[in-house]
C-alpha cells in the first residue's frame, strides 16, 4: 500500500534559519505529491503541489521537488518567519486517495 | 478560488445526541468529497469519500450507521454523527475536489469542526 514517511519533530528554528523537512514515499502508480500547512486551530492549506517527476512545487518561498529516483519531496525554505510557526503535512494522492504523513511541526522564534 | 467552508466551527452536544457538519465548495462543484477525522497531534485519517448523488464510501473500520454522509449536490455534503459518545470526540475535516478522472485531482480542504461530546 501507499505511505509517507516525514521527519519527526518538533523543528525548532531561528528565524531567517533555512528549513529542509524531509519526506518519503512510497506508491504504486504515478502519485501526485502535496505539501500541506496546519496552523493552529485551523484547517490543512494546500502549500504547493508537484504532479511528475522532477516537478519543482513552489509557494510562500517554500520549494519542494519530486524525486522519483530517490523517492522523496523534501520542503525546503531559505529564511523561515515566526509566522511559518505550523505543523507540515507531506502527502500523496493515488485513485483519489489522499496518504498522509504524520505531520511535523514548526516551531520559529525570534 | 477553491475555498471549502464547514459548519459550525465546533460543537459542543450531550452524549447520545446527534450532530450535523455541513461541508460546503463556495467557489467550485465537488464531484468528490471526502471527511477525515483527526486525533490531537496526529495526521489526518480518511473516513469516507462520497461523490455526488452517490452512496459514501467507507474507509476500514468506520462505522456506516454512525456517521452518515450525505452528498445532496455538487456543492455541499454533510456528515451527521448519530448518537454521539465523548469517544467521537475530535476535530472533522472534509475536503472537495473535482474532476476526478485521473485519480490525483488536489484535494481542497474546509477549516475543520471541532466536536466535543460530554
Known amino acids: 500500500g501507499n505511505s509517507v514517511t516525514q521527519m519527526e519533530g518538533p523543528v525548532t528554528l531561528s528565524e531567517e534559519a533555512f528549513l529542509t523537512i524531509n519526506c518519503t514515499y512510497t506508491?504504486?502508480?504515478?502519485?501526485?505529491l502535496f505539501w500541506y500547512v496546519q496552523y493552529p486551530g485551523e484547517g490543512l492549506q494546500l502549500l504547493l503541489k508537484?504532479?511528475?517527476?522532477?516537478d519543482k512545487g513552489s509557494n510562500k518561498g517554500f520549494e519542494a521537488t519530486y524525486r522519483k529516483e530517490t523517492t522523496s519531496f523534501h520542503l525546503e525554505k531559505g529564511s523561515v518567519q515566526v509566522s511559518d510557526s505550523a505543523v507540515y503535512f507531506c502527502?500523496?494522492?493515488?485513485?483519489?486517495?489522499?496518504?498522509f504523513g504524520t505531520g511535523t511541526r514548526l516551531q520559529v522564534t525570534l | 478560488g477553491a475555498v471549502v467552508s464547514q459548519h459550525p466551527s465546533w460543537v459542543i452536544c450531550k452524549s447520545g445526541t446527534s450532530v450535523k457538519i455541513e461541508c460546503r465548495s463556495l467557489?467550485?462543484?465537488?464531484?468528490?468529497m471526502f471527511w477525515y477525522r483527526q486525533f490531537p497531534k496526529q495526521s489526518l485519517m480518511l473516513m469516507a469519500t462520497?461523490?455526488?448523488?452517490?452512496?459514501?464510501?467507507?474507509e476500514q473500520g468506520v462505522e456506516k450507521d454512525k456517521f452518515l454522509i450525505n452528498h445532496a449536490s455538487l456543492t455541499l455534503s454533510t456528515l451527521t454523527v448519530t448518537s454521539a459518545h465523548p469517544e467521537d470526540s475530535s476535530f472533522y475535516i472534509c475536503?472537495?475536489?473535482?474532476?476526478?478522472?485521473?485519480?490525483?485531482?488536489?484535494?481542497?480542504f474546509g477549516p475543520g469542526t471541532r466536536l466535543t461530546v460530554l
Open positions: 502527502a500523496l494522492i493515488t485513485a483519489s486517495k489522499l496518504t
Open positions: 462520497s461523490n455526488e448523488g452517490s452512496k459514501a464510501t467507507y
Open positions: 506508491a504504486t502508480g504515478y502519485p501526485s
Open positions: 467557489d467550485f462543484q465537488a464531484t468528490t
Open positions: 475536503s472537495a475536489s473535482w474532476g476526478g478522472h485521473t485519480g490525483t485531482d488536489t484535494q481542497y
Open positions: 508537484a504532479t511528475k517527476a522532477d
